[in-house]
């Protein structure tokens, strides 16, 4: 079956470091890539999304690139900030399907 | 109002108590859901309605029992909990009709449920 596998944490990183989460999915077809963010104490919010291959997902400054041969969904971003410490959630959903099939979750950190 | 509402926020209940969770979406869409976020495990669907019908069922236990009278509205009614029912319940909702938001869903802050 459909499945997404994260890289396990937490993250912990000093602020404006470099910040790579991995993702990786097994999926029939070419489904639709997500990244969803929660904030302590809150839902998940919508991050960004891919739905096709080479296609890159963007938003305050995070960016995930849609990668068919690798199977991959990594999410980057340049210079994190304290605001950014949350649980990352990979996603993928089938065309045409309603179900959200999630990763784990990642707990990143970021440190003044 | 916009977006996924959820309440209770904070819900504290014996084991023998009676309640219900509730969930409003103000966003149009047909599609809501069920989830269940205990600590260190993944996020577990429990309930998928589709245009008000219940169209999945995660081999959740009959304590749980969802609701959904129209489009906009979900519950959860509990009762007989058991302690490790404790966890954060999420409601999301999401479009139906083919598109670009096909498949994406939207979610409420949750409820914080604790059973004792």
């Known amino acids: 079956g459909d499945s997404v596998t994260q890289m396990e944490g937490p993250v912990t990183l000093s602020e404006e470091a470099f910040l790579t989460i991995n993702c990786t999915y097994t999926?029939?077809?070419?489904?639709?890539l997500f990244w969803y963010v929660q904030y302590p104490g809150e839902g998940l919010q919508l991050l960004l999304k891919?739905?096709?291959?080479?296609d890159k997902g963007s938003n305050k400054g995070f960016e995930a690139t849609y990668r068919k041969e690798t199977t991959s969904f990594h999410l980057e971003k340049g210079s994190v900030q304290v605001s950014d410490s949350a649980v990352y959630f990979c996603?993928?959903?089938?065309?045409?399907?309603?179900?959200?099939?999630f990763g784990q979750g990642t707990r990143l950190t970021i440190n003044p | 109002e916009t977006g996924v509402t959820q309440t209770p926020r904070h819900l504290v209940m014996g084991m023998t108590n009676k309640k219900s969770l509730k969930c409003e979406q103000h966003?149009?869409?047909?599609?809501m859901y069920w989830y269940k976020q205990s600590a260190k495990k993944p996020l577990e669907l429990m309930f998928v309605?589709?245009?008000?019908?219940?169209?999945e069922n995660n081999s959740v236990p009959s304590r749980f029992s969802p609701e959904c009278p129209n489009s906009s509205h979900l519950f959860l009614h509990l009762h007989t909990l058991q302690p490790e029912d404790s966890a954060l319940y999420l409601c999301?909702?999401?479009?139906?009709?083919?598109?670009?938001?096909?498949?994406?869903?939207?979610f409420g802050p949750g409820t914080r449920l604790t059973v004792l």
């Open positions: 891919a739905t096709k291959a080479d």
């Open positions: 996603a993928l959903s089938r065309p045409g399907a309603q179900k959200l099939v």
């Open positions: 966003l149009g869409h047909n599609a």
């Open positions: 999301a909702s999401s479009p139906t009709s083919a598109g670009e938001e096909l498949g994406t869903q939207y």
């Open positions: 309605y589709s245009l008000e019908e219940r169209v």
């Open positions: 999926a029939t077809g070419y489904p639709s």
